[in-house]
Antibody, heavy 117, light 108 residues
Framework: QLQLQESGPGLVKPSETLSLSCIVS??????????WGWIRQSPGKGLEWIGS???????YYNPSLKTRVTISVDTSKNQFSLKVSSLTAADTAVYYC?????????WGQGIQVTVSS | EIVLTQSPGTLSLSPGERATLSCRAS???????LAWYQQKPGQAPRLLIY???TRATGIPDRFSGSDSGTDFTLTISRLEPEDFAVYYC?????????FGGGTKVEIK
């Protein structure tokens, strides 16, 4: 059974860079059938797609975040990562990783990230 | 960007009743690439339906999806106690992927 698990800090300071990882278990990230993505959820903006990556490293980003976001993949570790720079309070959210195909499934449990000094 | 508008915002129903949730797209969704998710408090969204009408693995057949142009519908034929939750639609036919604002199905 495929499972995804996010890891990273729960509290980051404004203007800093957030780094999150998503470890994939129970299956290989090197599947040409799927993309792997990051989605966040905040009370103010609801669910927001951040971006996606293929196992070969092709990336797609939400234009609203594109200048601040980098997604990368490490097939040797079966994981992919997210970096968001120049953080503000508006980036406070629960961050999820997910496998993207026809629909997003499965999702990780999510990690609460708070941007505050 | 495709904007998805869900209605109603809240649906108050009793167990056993039928629930009809709507998701309207601001423009055509390519190949009916629309999904429905259920989310309960403190949990990640769970995929119910993809490609507008295909149930995901393990999803009971009381959940069904349909589409008509830019209008998509999720129907729960008979509400079970575990079905009271928030439901979201999502389109994945064009970038950026977008989600609707959600419909909360609450116990009347």
């Amino acid at each position: 059974q495929l499972q995804l698990q996010e890891s990273g800090p729960g509290l980051v300071k404004p203007s800093e860079t957030l780094s999150l990882s998503c470890i994939v278990s129970g299956g290989s990230i090197s599947s040409s059938s799927y993309f792997w993505g990051w989605i966040r959820q905040s009370p103010g903006k609801g669910l927001e797609w951040i971006g996606s990556i293929s196992y070969s490293g092709n990336t797609y980003y939400n234009p609203s975040l594109k200048t601040r976001v980098t997604i990368s993949v490490d097939t040797s570790k079966n994981q992919f990562s997210l970096k968001v720079s120049s953080l503000t309070a508006a980036d406070t959210a629960v961050y999820y990783c997910a496998r993207l195909g026809p629909g997003s499934d499965p999702w990780g449990q999510g990690i609460q990230v708070t941007v505050s000094s | 960007e495709i904007v998805l508008t869900q209605s109603p915002g809240t649906l108050s129903l009793s167990p056993g009743e039928r629930a009809t949730l709507s998701c309207r797209a601001s423009q055509s969704v390519s190949s009916s690439y629309l999904a429905w998710y259920q989310q309960k408090p403190g949990q990640a969204p769970r995929l119910l339906i993809y490609d507008a009408s295909t149930r995901a693995t393990g999803i009971p057949d009381r959940f069904s999806g349909s589409d008509s142009g830019t209008d998509f519908t999720l129907t729960i034929s008979r509400l079970e106690p575990e079905d009271f939750a928030v439901y979201y639609c999502q389109q994945y036919g064009s970038s950026p992927l977008t989600f609707g604002g959600g419909t909360k199905v609450e116990i009347k």
